[in-house]
């Protein structure tokens, strides 16, 4: 958890992740949905691997920009173990495999399409991720 979160911090990384999805979707007709993007590094097509590189670079150089222009880390603090956190990570990758793509890919390029497909998968991730907490707070207690 994050002690420093305001709205208008909020509101700053949403326009930047809009201008930069519009801006990859206009400049080169793709979608950028993370989980596509990262995969077609791992088993790159003739011609893809520059952009997508170096879509992931400028993920790592904005979170630097970020963090130097605030002039301190951020301090973040996580609550789960790293076993938690490695199996949250396994059944995320697993959940993108089966939905062809992630959050970024349907919640916020597919939804801004109006593509059916991307609703009902954003849907399902967040019904998935309300479960997930109610199971873990109310019936594991954790």
């Not at 793509?101 to 801004?112: D, L, N, R, Y």
Request: aromatic share 10%; net charge positive; glycine share 16%.
């Amino acid at each position: 958890m994050t002690d420093n979160f305001t709205p208008y911090s909020g509101l700053l990384g949403g326009i930047l992740i809009g201008i930069s999805t519009a801006l990859l979707l206009f400049a080169n007709g793709r979608i950028a949905g993370i989980s596509g993007i990262v995969g077609g590094l791992l088993a790159p097509r003739r011609g893809e691997l520059g952009w997508r590189f170096m879509f992931v670079a400028g993920l790592w150089i904005g979170a630097l920009a970020f963090v130097f222009a605030r002039g301190e880390p951020l301090r973040i603090t996580l609550e789960a173990s790293w076993p938690t956190m490695a199996v949250a990570g396994l059944l995320v990758g697993f959940g993108t495999r089966m939905g062809s793509g992630c959050t970024s890919g349907h919640g916020v390029c597919g939804i801004a399409r109006f593509s059916k497909r991307s609703i009902v998968a954003t849907l399902v991730f967040q019904l998935s991720a309300i479960i997930t907490v109610l199971i873990k707070r109310h019936v594991l207690g954790a």
